[in-house]
């Protein structure tokens, strides 16, 4: 029995709200507090500094259209994190909206099955750096672009009418054009149209003969762009980014180890996009994330599967529940498929899924696996067995994508206040000067831009690029040895000179504790450094590249949000910077202001500062309480005093003798 078109309008925009509600409870709950990260510093920085041309110039060697999508992006969004941030989850939801029209022009009797496949694609977890939205909004709005294209094709196929049978088609071409020029890779997303107009002509009642001169035949506006493109990708355009160079991709593959590497890699990411996706990445998540936090989590994975449920017992009453027939079986058969295809093109360039990183590789395949899950769940489990597995994946994917974006949160928290910790201790630096940047260990950074771009934004907001940086890595020593000077090419577009002979290393040891401008003269005090190679190379740094009298730099707001409340960290810097200049009696000013406020350092090393002020004024008496301070850490105590007794009786460029005999002897 059919439902009445009342009844069915109302199981519509139900499943509709649902398909909203959930994309707004896995992904925005944190929308505010996000910022940028990794690779969208250089975006950001080449969109300040060099404009539509820096921009276009970034993408001509690999994606020139995705250049031109930028220049538009930028000038609506600006430099705005949660302009971004909110611009990404529009395209989610639209995403999401997107993929239930998509199956539910396929199998329109199959409401709540096409329903629950919407939910489990809107919460996949194997695709979880949606917060890195200005970086992977490209990737999200060519998926999007990808649905809505295969969505008109399903619908053009059906149409009656002859004038929107041609419309709908052209608007799927110009859909499928627009995907394939931002991500070339998902150009096996044409094969999944095929199967989609295969899968409707036999639905029909067409016989194979007919299906195999139907299918190709409605299929030719979309693959005549893409062997275009294929064709002109493959032996017109010449590639500068070796990442996407077809000559490096497939050279890779020319030798049988390369050929046993692909098809390994290809075996192994079709289990882990599918099957693994919804285990490893939840795994990680439960154990990374606070109780707090997890039962936040895991609460928003309930509201989720409680609002399924309603749902399915509104959709009971309203339009029933259709009888089994083969809709789960083809299900399960179209998504394997589908993945197996999505699959092969990022194999097959050299790229395979890591669920730490390297997961947008499974994004591409998020259709096939949505049916795939719920083809295996619907055609395979029966009774209460198959909700409990639905819920509990729809639970899996929520909690991963809430830790997700707590964990990005936390990163940007660190990041921001970093960069306003660093303008507070140096108000400008010199020309020239290489920046070496250690953030604590779960937010280290990955790319040396992560480094320079947000110190010029800082510097020199909208101008060239003046202060160059780098990350730690395994050999740094060497350069810092020999200061090594070399020069970077990002992206085929900037070029960044690095002059390892002045540098300035600023590091931070755990998230709690303040960033540390480290002092090549007292590198000594580096000794409680988490990170041994930086305690290594602290001896490299040269404090004397701060010009301490310049115009305070302030880092832009737009970007790094409102200065951070005055908590110690806002006292350490100020203190250290006045301990540079010789300002003791400012030191023990802002110390007192930092009492005043009942703030103090989680990091004991950071009294250091007023210790050898009270030390210089000849306050015996304050450096006796400031060492109490120190002592009262064990383990800081230790590691200082046994630095300080090896190197007593060589010369320093400060008075290590009085704060060793004031701090260690009591």
Known sequence: MNPSPTKSRRESILAILLVIFTTLITYGTQIRQLGFYRDDWYL???????????????????????GWLYVFDFSVMGLSPLNWHVYVLCIK?????????????????????????????VVYPGFYQQPNALTYKQLLLAYTASLLSLALTVNAVKAEKMAIKTLLTILAVVLSAFYILIYEALVGMEIVRLFFLWYLFHRQGKTWKENIRATPLNAIPYLLFAASFVYWRLFIFESTRKAVSVEDVFGQFTNLHGLIGLLVETAKDLVETPIFAWVV????????????????????GLLVVLSGAGYYLFARKQVGIQDEDKSPRDFLILGALIVFVTTIPITASGRNAHFWGWDRYTYQSVLGVALFIA????????????????????????????????????????????????????????DGTTLVVSLPGGFGLAEEYEAWAPANLVYQPGGPLRIPGQIMFDDIWIDLLQQTQEKRLVRGTFTIPRDYGKVIILSQSLPGTCLHVLDGKRFDQAVTEARPDVRFIAKYSNVDLINVSGPQAVPPAEIFGVEPSRSWCYFYQKMDLARQTGNWQKVVDLANGADKLEVSPADVTEWIPLLEAYVNLGDIEGAKQVAQLIRDDKYSFNKMCSQYE?????????????????????
């Open 44 to 66: 950001l920085w080449g969109a300040q500094s060099k404009g539509v041309e820096g921009i276009l110039s970034m993408f001509q060697g690999d994606r020139p259209f995705v």
């Open 93 to 121: 939801i639209i995403s999401a909206l997107a993929m239930l029209w998509l199956v539910r022009s396929v199998w329109p009797q199959r409401k709540v099955e096409t329903l629950f496949i919407t939910l489990l694609f």
């Open 281 to 300: 990445p939840f795994q990680q998540y439960s154990n990374q994330l606070p109780y707090e936090e997890l039962g936040i989590a895991l609460g928003l």
């Open 375 to 430: 083809g295996l769940i619907f055609y395979v489990f029966r009774g209460r067995m198959r909700w409990v597995l639905l819920a509990a994946l729809l639970i899996s994917g929520v909690l991963t994508q809430v830790g997700s974006a707590v964990y990005y949160r936390d990163f940007w928290k660190v990041e921001r206040e970093a960069w306003w910790q660093l303008s507070w201790r140096a108000p400008q630096i010199e």
């Open 646 to 666: 090896i190197l007593r009786d060589q010369p320093a460029e400060y008075d290590r003798v009085s704060v060793y005999e004031t701090l260690c002897k009591k």
